[in-house]
Every structure is written in C-alpha cells, then in structure tokens.
C-alpha cells in the first residue's frame, strides 16, 4: 500500500461508483465493502486513516455488558455477532480477554451473575467463554492487586479485545487488495452539486502537495465521524447536528499494577459508569470517561476533572495505588454519538446505535455506532447507496472476507510483539535481515525495531512521525516520553524514504513534541 501508486490510481480514473469521505472504522470499512462487491471506490482522509476516535478506544471487541443494563438487547446482540465474525476475520489482532469483577456484596454479584447468564445465553454458540462465580480465593489468585478487604467473591467471563489502529490500517490494506483507492491527507474542501442540487463529487486539497482535485462519481459517502456536522454544513446552509461529541479519556500504566492476564471489571464508579483496567501489549490501560464536549478536535485533550474520576475510582479497587507520577500515557477521543432525539439526554444515555442518513442532496451520512460493529455499518451504508444511488444491486461479501494479516489463534504466537503483522510477520524479519542496521531498536526499553518504522513508511503509507509511533507502532499512546525520545530516530528514516528536507525534519519535530505533549500530564510535558 504506497501513498504513490495510489495517486497515480486516483489520477487515472475518471468517475467513481462510489466516494467515502473519512478513513476511521467506518470509513474504511465501507471502503472494503464497496470495492469487494465489484464498485469502483476511493477513499479519501483529511489527516492519517483511524487518526481521530479509531485509534482512540478502549481496545475492545464486545457486545457491551452494560448496554443490557440499559435494556438495548438489539445491539448486544447484533455486536455479539460481529464479535464472532471480526474475530474469525482479524484473528492476528482479536483475542479472547478474560475479565474478572471483584464482588464486595452478594446482591451485586446476583445481579451480574443473572446479567452475565443472558450475555452467554445471546452469544450462544458464538461465546467467547463461559462466565462464572469464582471464590474470593480466586478472584485474589486472579487479580492479586485487587483490593481485598470487603471482598465476597468475583465473577469471571469473556469478551474481545484488539488493536484499533492496527486494525484500520489492515482494513485499508484490504480495501487496496480488493480494488480501492484509498488516499490519506487528502481533504474534502466542498461538495459538488450539479442544477438540481444533487451532489455529483466532491473538491479536495492534498495536503502534501497543496494541489486540488475535483473528482465526480455516483454516490458520495460521509463517515466522518465526529466531524460529521462540518460536512453537513458543506452540504446544506441550515442543517440539523446530526453528531454530540463525548469525550472518554484512558491512562496508562506499568502492568505492575495488575499483574494479570485477567482484566478488570469495576462494576460501579461514581458516575455509574463501568470502567476497565485492561492489559494491553504490556501495560494497563484505565477507562473510560464519558464527558459531553462542545468541539471536535483530531487531539482531543483530556480534562483534569477526568484525569481525577479514573484515579479517584481506580485507587478504590487497586492495592497498589496508582497516581499521577505513574502515568505513562494518556489520551482522549471522541465518540461521534447520534444525536439524542430528547432534549436533554446525557451522553451516557445515548444509544450506541448507528444511523444512516440520506440528505435531500444525495448525500448518505453514517454516524453513531462502535467498533465492533463497524462491518454491519458498512453494509448498510453500501446497501442505502444502492437504492438512493441505483448501482448495480451486488450482495455484501464481508463476512467472509479474511482482513490483510488474518491469521489462526492456533497460529499466532503473542509473546513476540510482532504477532501484529500477521502474515507480514515474515516480511519484516525478511526486511531485517536483508539490511541488518533496521534491527536497531525503536528505544532501548521496547522490543520495536527500524524495520518496523521501514515496513510503515514502504508498506503502510505513514507519512509523519505522529503516523509512525502512535498509529503504525504504537509507542506513543504506551508510553509517550519513550516516544517523544525515539522521534528524531523515526524522523530522519522518514526523510530518508520520503526524500525531504532538514527544514521539513525541523518542522516534523516541532509537531510531533507539540502531540506527544497532549499525552502526557501537564506537569511533564517537555519543553
């Protein structure tokens, strides 16, 4: 996947089946649909694919234990579904996560007990696992930094997690080797309307080369996300908010805290809220938050009162108490919630449905929605544009469609940081020893190598720093000073490939700090 071969694609052709506009879950998704059933489809991102709310999550594959206290079975189930069908389809990157909830009253555990007997019952022959009462005894063996006084029993069952970024470049990789053209640091600057208002393409800047393209097709797709309403507004002069930002923010911490394989559940914060403490590639991450915001950012930052309510809440189940000094990343994202049709209504309250949305322009809008059931999205979205747009009618063919990496669980070796790549694995040990410099390690306390950042640049289209360690390698959301110091390392392997400057390697340094920075707390953050 070269950024040049794909302009040139992009250059060549002159009418599209089908434009999407934005390279997040949803986005590409409908990208790899759309091309798989046989349209001619381009994909256009202003920034780098899964920059915004796609790498932001909370690294989870689930059918969302707490929607069933919110009596939304219909999503539970449907995301149950597409648990079964991203595992067998992503295998590289979903794995089966044990999580335990620590039960300091039995009336608590009833409950969840009850909850979790209807979680598998909806899975059925799709379960990740079967949930269970486990003693006190275990539940300590579990989690031996749970907090032990008061403690009952637990209650242990199964659900998915994954690496959300990793996930979207694969998702593009996908798209490419079914027929896309998919394009980031491309902008949408307006959308095209012939005579009778009806949307006919959409003008774009590149932001690399500054140039300007105006391309025509069939039907336009906005999956933008939380930035869904600057694209409405392109679209009509009064439009309706069709999308209520809310923030969750997630810390980062050394595994030394949890010292399991099992993540935590804790069942009850102060706002309601579940909240997690999940291991992941080696350390722990806290979340989330759920905080209603007024302006949607690509850096989003998080707030104090937010940074307080993890702490405050994780201290209370945690005998290793983590703090401030402890942290060693920390970042925020925005869930792109359809807007709630009450007046009013919480950001927690609302449904994490998704809508499709046809504009009087022709324009087809996605919004609200998760991860997990990001290829149930897509469908829909491709099956609208068929009807509003009248493409050739084609059947969606994602589920069986293996996403670029997929590998057997049986195959996969988690140990070694690599199982990643899945089948690219080899490539980049192939890449190492033909030129044996790239076996130089990212930093000195991680096992990631230059090769990685070569194979992200050559294979991966990353084309800044930020690219490289935050959403190629992961480096920057793990631990956000180890990669501010392994920048300049990744900026001179950039313009090397890449062919810039030293004003351009200034330029990227300066903006790489000024991000990094966002992810870490204020009284760190590098001057």
């Given at each position: 996947m070269k950024r040049s071969e794909q302009l040139e694609k992009f250059q060549q052709t002159e009418s599209w089946d089908v434009i999407i506009i934005g390279?997040?879950?949803?986005?590409?998704?409908?990208?790899?649909?759309?091309?798989?059933?046989?349209?001619?489809?381009?994909?256009?991102?202003?920034?780098?694919?899964?920059?915004?709310?796609?790498?932001?999550?909370?690294?989870?594959?689930?059918?969302?234990?707490?929607?069933?206290?919110?009596?939304?079975?219909?999503?539970?189930?449907?995301?149950?579904?597409?648990?079964?069908?991203?595992?067998?389809?992503?295998?590289?990157?979903?794995?089966?996560?044990?999580?335990?909830?620590?039960?300091?009253?039995?009336?608590?555990?009833?409950?969840?007990?009850?909850?979790?007997?209807?979680?598998?019952?909806?899975?059925?022959?799709?379960?990740?696992?079967?949930?269970?009462?486990?003693?006190?005894?275990?539940?300590?063996?579990?989690?031996?930094?749970?907090?032990?006084?008061?403690?009952?029993?637990?209650?242990?069952y199964h659900d998915g997690q994954f690496d959300d970024a990793r996930m979207a470049i694969n998702l593009a990789q996908t798209a490419v080797e079914n027929g896309a053209c998919v394009l980031n640091y491309m902008k949408v600057i307006d959308l095209i309307k012939d005579d009778n208002h009806k949307i006919i393409g959409i003008e774009i800047e590149d932001q690399e080369s500054g140039e300007k393209h105006k391309i025509y097709g069939k039907a336009v797709i906005n999956a933008t996300g939380v930035f869904t309403n600057s694209i409405m507004k392109m679209n009509a002069a009064n439009y309706k908010k069709f999308i209520v930002p809310s923030q969750g923010i997630h810390?980062?911490?050394?595994?030394?805290?949890?010292?399991?394989?099992?993540?935590?559940?804790?069942?009850?914060?102060?706002?309601?809220?579940?909240?997690?403490?999940?291991?992941?590639?080696?350390?722990?991450?806290?979340?989330?938050?759920?905080?209603?915001?007024?302006?949607?950012?690509?850096?989003?930052?998080?707030?104090?009162?937010?940074?307080?309510?993890?702490?405050?809440?994780?201290?209370?189940?945690?005998?290793?108490?983590?703090?401030?000094?402890?942290?060693?990343?920390?970042?925020?994202?925005?869930?792109?919630?359809?807007?709630?049709?009450?007046?009013?209504?919480?950001?927690?309250?609302?449904?994490?449905?998704?809508?499709?949305?046809?504009?009087?322009?022709?324009?087809?809008?996605?919004?609200?929605?998760?991860?997990?059931?990001?290829?149930?999205?897509?469908?829909?979205?491709?099956?609208?544009?068929?009807?509003?747009?009248?493409?050739?009618?084609?059947?969606?063919?994602?589920?069986?469609?293996?996403?670029?990496?997929?590998?057997?669980t049986s195959e996969i070796d988690r140990q070694d940081h690599l199982y990643i790549y899945g089948t690219d694995l080899a490539e980049i040990i192939a890449l190492q020893n033909k030129q044996p410099e790239l076996r130089e390690k990212l930093h000195p306390a991680y096992d990631y190598t230059m090769a990685e950042v070569a194979w992200a640049i050559r294979y991966e289209m990353a084309r800044t720093i930020d690219d490289v360690l935050a959403r190629r390698v992961r480096l920057l959301f793990l631990d956000a000073r180890a990669a501010i110091e392994s920048s300049e390392k990744v900026c001179d392997l950039l313009a090397l490939e890449l062919a810039h400057d030293e004003t351009w390697k200034q330029n990227q340094m300066a903006a790489f700090k000024k991000i990094a920075n966002g992810f870490l707390l204020a009284e760190y953050r590098i001057q």
């Open positions: 390279g997040g879950s949803s986005g590409l998704g409908i990208a790899v649909d759309a091309a798989s059933r046989g349209y001619k489809t381009v994909l256009l991102e202003a920034m780098d694919f899964a920059k915004g709310t796609s790498s932001r999550s909370t690294k989870l594959v689930h059918g969302g234990v707490r929607y069933l206290e919110q009596g939304n079975i219909s999503l539970v189930r449907k995301a149950l579904k597409e648990r079964e069908i991203m595992a067998r389809n992503a295998g590289h990157l979903v794995s089966n996560q044990s999580f335990v909830i620590p039960i300091y009253n039995y009336w608590s555990g009833f409950m969840y007990s009850f909850g979790l007997i209807l979680y598998d019952l909806m899975a059925g022959s799709l379960s990740f696992g079967k949930s269970k009462c486990i003693s006190k005894k275990k539940t300590i063996e579990f989690l031996p930094t749970v907090l032990q006084k008061g403690l009952k029993e637990g209650i242990i810390l980062v911490f050394d595994k030394s805290f949890l010292q399991s394989d099992h993540a935590l559940m804790i069942p009850k914060t102060t706002d309601g809220r579940v909240l997690f403490v999940l291991p992941w590639h080696g350390k722990i991450i806290i979340g989330t938050t759920d905080t209603e915001v007024k302006k949607s950012s690509f850096e989003p930052i998080a707030l104090e009162k937010e940074i307080a309510f993890l702490l405050e809440n994780a201290q209370k189940y945690l005998s290793k108490k983590p703090d401030r000094s402890h942290v060693l990343s920390l970042f925020a994202g925005l869930r792109p919630l359809a807007a709630p049709e009450k007046e009013g209504e919480s950001t927690k309250e609302i449904s994490r449905s998704h809508k499709v949305i046809v504009s009087k322009t022709g324009l087809i809008t996605i919004t609200g929605g998760k991860w997990t059931t990001y290829r149930e999205m897509a469908q829909d979205t491709v099956d609208k544009a068929i009807i509003v747009h009248q493409l050739p009618k084609k059947e969606c063919k994602t589920k069986d469609i293996a996403i670029h990496g997929n590998k057997k």
